[in-house]
């Protein structure tokens, strides 16, 4: 099988679709940093591409078009403009290589609110735009927690057949029953990422070490007390994630949220592991996205974690991926 991987990140669909020996025809991503991890990890030397001035011609044919299209229009964590965001329009130009190249099957990722944003009028405006182009289309929506990732990550995906080859509707994976947690992925005592003297005061506040009135610095509304707390939480030693609202507290024992990281100096809104009093490892935040350890980012750290949380989880990649494999050998 045969692949365009378009709007690629850093390859978490290749991540999957390798192991199931499928062969990368192309890849289109415009992000540069993003672009260097890619070839790095895959021996390649792409140069970013801008998908606003590719020309349909120049792609080379493929059974399965690939794309993870950019979500921040659509999520419920932006503006929400959608096609009224540039980057939301992004979806018309993927089309346009559907309509020229008619591969077998397209595959796509997005986030869960693209069934919902508009009251599901954008999900069915790109039904319409792919079925006109000749296609079947189904989606679910998959929590990466159930395909062997320590986090609960909730994702569309979208799976179209060309109706010459459509004969039965497509099963999408249900996942593993043994889930795994924190706990099973950590890396003790990797202390590459180490806190503040301001966060290990707030440790201290939260676990009862100190009052706020013994801290060195005034505390901020939303950081005086933790805002959610999980239930069988031990302070002590659990996850801190950091949210605009306020600080949440995960057990290690448990599946962590989605990891959703936005950079602040010194990177101040990575996880923070209580017990350790440090930050989650870059190597953690690999495990916990189910890329393997063996990943390579030359970027600076700080883009690596964006490129990490911004990526897709490749072990539901992989599964999908088999099941078009077993569609396409009926």
Known sequence: MRYLDVCAGIGGFRLGLEQLSFECVGTVEINGRSITTYNENFGTNHAPTDIFELKEENVKDHDILCAGFPCQSFSIAGKGEGFLDPRGTIIFEVLKIINAKKPKFVFLENVKNLVSHQKGKTLKTIYGLINDAGYVSCHKIINSKDFGVPQSRERVFIVAIRKDIYNLDFCFPSGKANKICFNDI?????????????????????????????????????????????????????????????????????????????????????????????????????????????????????????????????????????????????
């Open 186 to 330: 950590i890396s003790h005592g990797d202390y590459s990422i180490p806190i503040s003297k301001k966060w290990n005061e707030y440790i201290d506040l939260y676990t009862g070490i100190k009052s706020e009135e013994e801290l060195s610095f005034d505390v901020p509304k939303t950081r005086k007390k933790i805002e959610r707390i999980s239930k069988n939480v031990n302070l002590n030693d659990c996850i801190l994630t950091m949210r605009s609202s306020g600080i949440r507290a995960y057990p290690t024992t448990g599946i962590l949220p989605t990891l959703a990281v936005s950079i602040s100096g010194g990177g101040a809104m990575i996880p923070i592991y209580t017990k350790e009093r440090r930050h989650l490892s870059l190597l953690e935040l690999k495990r916990i996205m189910g890329f393997p350890d063996s990943y390579k980012f030359t970027v600076s750290r700080t883009d690596a974690i964006k490129q990490l949380a911004n990526s897709v989880c490749p072990s539901i990649i992989y599964a999908i991926g088999k099941e078009i494999l077993n569609y396409n050998e009926m």
